[in-house]
């Protein structure tokens, strides 16, 4: 069953009403009509199975039929990624918002290119991308994305509760998780750029209290890195990972 995002100023009570692109696609693409049963959510963790009454003129009506209950999230993560290229940045978001990934901060390292000039242009089309991506796995919330901040502003914001990583070869392995992150719900994790993270950013990392984390043997790209560490981070419980 399809899901879709809903405006939370669109519900009102068991009514609800879909509009622009949302609609547009109900009606052209899928066909909906009167009696089909969609998924809904509204980007702040609500997500509700409802019946469509009215399809027509771009707009879509009808009533909530049930609440759709999530699973608790065991962790926050905050992903603070050293700003890719456009096409990774892209990337990122898109994974990393499957890999429940809540907070997602670019970070301008030294090995940084990246411009950060035309931000706020970017920041529809961000949104966007993180849309997709909860519909597209059934998640219901929108990850927050924060504007770009350099690393020592970064790792200056380490806080005692928050168990904080470094990805860096020769640190810990992932089956050392559970006791380092020791109970805490507040994770962040470090991901370099394609150059990696120079020595004196991981010394500093360190010295502010993040742990470094080995990936694997194996150079990553700055997505993949992204999304690998993310997925263990946020299924560190699962003894799979």
Not at 45 to 63: C, L, P, Q, R, V
Not at 99 to 126: C, G, H, L, Y
Not at 153 to 169: L, M, P, T
């Amino acid at each position: 069953m399809s899901q879709f995002y809903v405006n939370p100023e669109n519900i009102d009570g068991p009514v609800f009403r879909l509009d622009g692109t949302e609609a547009a696609h109900l009606l052209h693409v899928l066909r909906a009509r009167r009696g089909d049963r969609i998924k809904l959510f509204d980007g702040r963790g609500n997500a509700w199975y409802a019946e469509i009454e009215k399809a027509g003129n771009n707009i879509i009506e009808g009533h909530i039929s049930g609440v759709i209950k999530k699973v608790p999230r065991v962790v926050n993560l905050k992903l603070c990624f050293a700003l890719p290229a456009r096409k990774a940045f892209d990337d990122i978001l898109e994974r990393c918002t499957v890999a429940e990934v809540s907070v997602f901060q670019p970070v301008v390292t030294e090995r940084v290119q990246e411009s950060r000039r035309d931000w706020n242009k970017r920041i529809p089309r961000m949104r966007q991308i993180v849309m997709s991506a909860c519909k597209q796995c059934g998640r219901a919330d929108f990850p927050e994305i924060l504007p770009p901040v350099r690393f020592d502003e970064c790792i200056d914001g380490i806080k005692e509760n928050e168990a904080a990583f470094i990805a860096s070869f020769g640190g810990i392995h992932t089956g050392q998780l559970p006791e380092k992150i020791n109970g805490r719900t507040e994770l962040l994790l470090f991901t370099g750029p394609e150059g990696g993270f120079t020595e004196e950013e991981i010394r500093k990392a360190v010295l502010a209290g993040a742990v470094p984390l080995d990936l694997g043997r194996n150079v990553l790209r700055a997505e993949d890195a992204c999304f690998y560490a993310s997925m263990v981070l946020t299924g560190y419980k699962d003894c799979r990972l």
